[in-house]
Structures are given as C-alpha cells and as structure tokens.
C-alpha cells in the first residue's frame, strides 16, 4: 500500500516552497522557537520580521525574564561572577557570557527586582537595564553603609539604612538622581525600624512613584516617596491577622499592584505560602485581599523536600525572597535554590495564580550546590534589547547560549 | 481469541470506506472515522449526509497531492488508535518522534501545508515544533535555504545586517 509514495514529489515541492510557511502556520513556528533565537530571525526577510513581532503579540507573548547571577564566594576580590537567565515563554535557561569574564571588586547586590549594584567605601555602581549590561558609576553617598536597601524609584537611586549604629544614624537616607547626577539628603527612615534598618530584615517593593519598606518578620511596613523625600507609615501589613498565623512576609510589586507573600505556620513547619494584595487607603492599611496559595507539592518543593509527604519531610523555610516584573513573581528559598517556583498573576479583577516549578540548572553538577552567592532580579527582555546586547560593535556585547 | 474486542468494533461503521480524490487525481479508500479528521472531508460528508452509501461518496481533496495523503492517512489511522486507548502520553510523543524523525525539510514543508488544510492540529502542533527545532541556533541564510523564503532585503540592508549582527548569519549549530 506503499506503492503512492513513488509520486511526484519534486513538482508538488517547488510549486509550493516558496511560500509554504506563511501566516499562522509561520507564527504558530516562531511561537516554539526561543526568544534568543528570535532575535536572528527578524533578519530571514522583511516578512519573517512582522511574522515574529506578530507571533509575540498574538501566539506566545514574551515573559519577563528571571536573571540569575552567582559571585564565588573567595574571601578576596575579584568575585568572579556568571550571569544567567530563564525564559519561561520559552522554558529554557540562557547562559550569558561576556567577552571577558567578568569580576566584581565589591560583593554584587540586589535588594529589589529591577537593580543591581555594588557598594564600597568610595564608589555605588549599579545596573537597572534589562540585561545588567550598563552600569553607572557615581560617587558613594555620605554615610558608610554595609547592608542598605537601595532601590531604584523613577529616576532616583534611593539608598536607606545599613549603616553601622555606633558610627552614624543607621537610618540614614541618601538619594542619587540619574537625571541631574547628584546627591540628596533625605528624611530618614523611621525610629520604629531603627533596630532592622538592614536589608537583611527588610523587603522592598518599588513602583514608578515610590519605594514600599517592610520588616519581613514583623510585618511593620512604611513607605517613601522621592518626591518629597519624606517617608509615611507606618502600617502593620498583618494587622488582620488577628489569630498570628504569617511568621513571614515579603512585598513585591506584580501588575502594577502591591503584593505581599507570606508564610503561615512556623518556620520548622511551614504551613502554606499565601499571597495578597495589599490595598491602602490614605497611607494606611485597608484591606489584605487573598489571591493566591501556592499548591502544597511545590511548598515541598521550595523547602527542599525530595519526598513528598514521607513523613520525614521536614525542612524548615525560614525565608523566601521574591522578584518580580509585570504579571511574574519568581520566588526562592535562599537555602535552597534548587527549585524555583513562578506564579504568574492574573489582571486586576482576575484573582488566578498560575503556579510553576523551575528546576534550577545553574548548580554544580558534581555536588549539586550552586557555588557562591547567588543575586536574582526579574527584567522584561525584548527582541530589541537581545539585538542590541548582540551589537557586534558593542564594546559590552555578549553572547547567549541555551543551556540543554 | 487473540482479536478480541478491537476487530468486532473496528468491523462495524467505522469500518466503512471512504474515497478521497486527491489534487493529482488518484483515488484513495480510507476508513471512514480517518476522513472525518480532515475539515474538509467532515463538511462534505455533513454535506452529503443523504447519501445513502457511503461507498459512493468520493470527497475531493484540490489541496493536497497523494504522495502527501499516503504518508498523512497511516499516521493519522494510527494516532486514532493510540488515542482511543488509556495510553500515556509519552506513547504518542515517540510515536509522533518516530514519525518525524526521516522527514525531509521538503516533506516537512508540504505536510504542514496538508495539516493546516486539512485542520489535523495535533499533527500541525508537532511539525511546526519539529520546524522550530530545526531553525534554532541556524544562520539565517540556513533558515531561508531551509524554507525557500525570498530575502527581500536591499542589498544595502542586508550589507548593514551582516556588518552589524555577524552572529545571525555565522549560527551557532553546523547547518
């Protein structure tokens, strides 16, 4: 019954080829094909070009990136450092690299979603473009500081807190403005985090217009706005939660809304992880609306349980750290970051959390221990910004590789 | 006693054949439960409901040559069989690997065509991820080899694009 097969095969194909993959068909391809690879398309024709943009807007959107950057942990500078990133429209893990390796002097840092920077005693650099491939040098602010909270709100460089206590107020705050590239001094933060004032203790929440500071144990949160320099609050993120059951909260902005995330339970027994939108109303507190939970087979997950409900299982979660970007919220166990987990927020109004598991693959193969620190920001990456970071004349361009 | 249950019902109506005239004019008997997977197929036979014997009914198919038909009626008969049994679906994966694996570029080409036509999404999602596979990490001359697109770029444009972005058309794999 094979015997059709000795058909013409050659005619029907040159008819065709030319135009074979158009239109949907074409769109429906791009939409499989990874966001780095993209990039090259766009130059295949003037056809394939709006094929790709339009196969991003209509068949598989583009979804913020996480970045994941390690730093060794050697006593000495320089840090060596690795950057990497995980497309989740396109589920695969990107290695970037740079022509050089690249090292730090001063350990790399992050205390919010969008911006990365290093502090010493005479100089704050910092990133915030989608790739963390332009940094801005400037002079260090005024007050030494070992564990600030710096925040990029706008187009201003906030730096709050992390000063040594038996040197200078360690609630200090400074503010660099990218625009007129000059220092302020500001209000300092508030006395009731006068014992916190680090980014150990602290979550920060930043939208265009201002910059969200909550103790993550304590729920005390306030909040500060660039404009005036002034901070407001504080409030108590858990003041309905009258029964005591969040141990631990960390904020982020998803959708333009702020969220909180918690961890109910204790740490050795962490019951569930749960997230809110935070409503304010006149610089106070009004409402915490449930959105979310993350299903019980990933908290097991993100504590580091290999076996699921084997009775054993009891690692403890003492902490969570989140990063953000539009309707992506990447959340992470500091002490165990084998497992990452993504929850995709729905629009306002539209309560649904679509929940994730992302395996981790920037561990060592050998132990399975990710080596040295690891800083995680989220970034919208485009076509665009891929081709740019591309530029064979750019002095700081890179190339990806997908990680198998 | 082997050919238990599965021969007594495939005897039945789903047993009933089907012609398909293909666009190089052969003729093609096919089960019927194979051709209502293809759209056009389904609506004529909708169409023709009337028609007391289906043996008479010949569907015309002005889009796909039989070379193309032969290859898609087999694949289709058998995911038809693997679908209606509790398989995992890591079956129908290998099964829709084994399929892909041997097909040429061209193949793949017109038999994306004929899943489109003839609306087999499921055959449509695997080829057009099998294509995506195939231009990752290719230069884009690769890529316009591969599916025969025109490059409607200026000479100059395209001198700019080489210039600027060598990596698109140097691509990372061996083409």
Known sequence: MDKQAVAP???SGSNTNNSIVHGDILEAILSQVPLIDLASA??????????????????????????????????MAPYLTTAHAYDARSHVWIEIKNNQPSSFDFLLRSSHSTLLYTLSPSKLSFSFDPLHLAWHHVDAPRVWRTDPVVALVGDKVVVAGGACDFEDDPLAVEMYSVDTRAWEICQSMPAV????????????????RQLYVTEKYSGITVSFDPSTKGWSGPFHLRQFDHEKKVFYSVITFANDRLIAVGLTGEAEDVKSLKIWQVNIKGGSLEELKEIGEMPKALLEKLKGNKEICSGSGSASLTSVSVTSMGDSVYLNNPSNSEDLVLCEIGECGDDECKWSEIKNVVVDEEDAKIKGRLILTCSSVGIGDLQRALLHENPRSVYFKQIQ | MASSSSSSSCSSSSEKKITLKSSDGEA???EKNVALEFEPAKGFLEDNSEEADDEAIVVPLPNVSAAVLSELIPYVKQRLELSAKPVQKKLIKAFDDQFTRHLSDDKLGE???????????????????????RIKNKSVEYVREFLGIQNDFTPEEEAELRAQCPWAFEGVDQD
């Open chain 2, 28 to 30: 093609l008997n096919v």
């Open chain 1, 9 to 11: 095969e050659g005619d």
């Open chain 1, 193 to 208: 985090l006068k014992d916190s004032a680090a980014s150990t203790w602290l979550s920060v929440a930043v939208n265009s």
């Open chain 1, 42 to 75: 766009c130059y295949v024709s003037r056809s394939w070009n709006r094929a790709v943009f339009s196969s991003l807007r209509r068949v598989n959107k583009i979804k913020p990136w996480l970045l994941l950057h390690t730093q060794s942990q050697r006593t």
């Open chain 2, 111 to 133: 038999l994306m065509l004929a899943a489109n036509y003839l609306g087999v999404n499921y055959l449509l999602d695997v080829l057009c991820d099998v294509t995506a596979d």
